[in-house]
Nanobody
Framework: QVQLVESGGGLVQPGGSLRLSCAAS????????MGWYRQAPGNERELVVTIANGGSTNYADSVKGRFTISRDNAKNTMYLQMNSLRPEDTAVYYC???????????????WGQGNQVTVSS
């Protein structure tokens, strides 16, 4: 099994910053794409940003220029630096990874437990 442990959420004022971390552990041969998703009350879970193993990224328009994703492949860890936060960024943030546990596959998706981010004055 692959476990994803998130940290770094909390309460911040509008315009502030937070940094989320997501560490993968367990029986891992290779991690492919990693990503962050979020879900606000009453809304469906939505993509925030993904990062491929080679580093290419895909950001939601709503966070471009404010959020930055990065990953440390040696540590199987991903980060999300969130700047200029807005009240509409309030949500539970989930990390996700597509990983292979064995050389022969298969590739499966795994989710973190979710981390609350609240932007409010």
């Amino acid at each position: 099994q692959v476990q994803l442990v998130e940290s770094g959420g909390g309460l911040v004022q509008p315009g502030g910053s937070l940094r989320l971390s997501c560490a993968a552990s367990g029986s891992i041969f290779r991690i492919n794409t990693m990503g962050w998703y979020r879900q606000a009350p009453g809304n469906e879970r939505e993509l925030v940003v993904t990062i491929a193993n080679g580093g290419s990224t895909n950001y939601a328009d709503s966070v471009k220029g404010r959020f930055t994703i990065s990953r440390d492949n040696a540590k199987n860890t991903m980060y999300l630096q969130m700047n200029s936060l807005r009240p509409e960024d309030t949500a539970v943030y989930y990390c996700d990874c597509n990983a292979r546990r064995r050389v022969t596959g298969p590739d499966d998706n795994y989710w973190g437990q979710g981390n609350q981010v609240t932007v409010s004055s």
